[in-house]
């Protein structure tokens, strides 16, 4: 059964950083694509970062330049390094992967990801 945890949200100033996490179990970590969504109160789910396979990445235009996505296979784990970050991007972040690549980051239904996480809260004060 696939499981994915992420840690790592809080509530920080305008220009602060956060680094989320993403813990999977389950699965044969290397062959799958994984990303990060967000959903803020009243708004759909976006997407917000994606990283493929072989480590290729996709970002949303709104956080080109101050987000990064990683994974480390060894530990299982994906990351998402926030910098710069501004009161528009508070949301519920959650994590999500997929075998079927690469995730399309313009469509955060949750039904067009298989797995996600239960999501962890940023919120990010001016």
């Known amino acids: 059964q696939v499981q994915l945890v992420e840690s790592g949200g809080g509530s920080v100033q305008a220009g602060g950083s956060l680094r989320l996490s993403c813990a999977a179990s389950?699965?044969?970590?290397?062959?799958?694509?994984m990303g990060w969504f967000r959903q803020a109160p009243g708004k759909e789910r976006e997407g917000v970062a994606t990283?493929?396979?072989?480590?290729?990445?996709t970002y949303a235009d709104s956080v080109k330049g101050r987000f990064t996505i990683s994974k480390d296979n060894a530990k299982n784990t994906q990351y998402l390094q926030m910098n710069s970050l501004k009161p528009g991007d508070s949301a519920m972040y959650y994590c999500?992967?997929?075998?079927?690549?690469?995730?399309?980051?313009?469509?955060?239904?949750?039904?067009?990801?298989?797995?996600w996480g239960q999501g962890t809260q940023v919120t990010v004060s001016s």
């Open positions: 990283i493929d396979s072989d480590g290729a990445t």
């Open positions: 999500a992967a997929d075998f079927a690549c690469p995730i399309n980051i313009d469509d955060g239904s949750e039904s067009s990801i298989n797995y």
């Open positions: 389950g699965y044969t970590y290397m062959s799958y694509c």
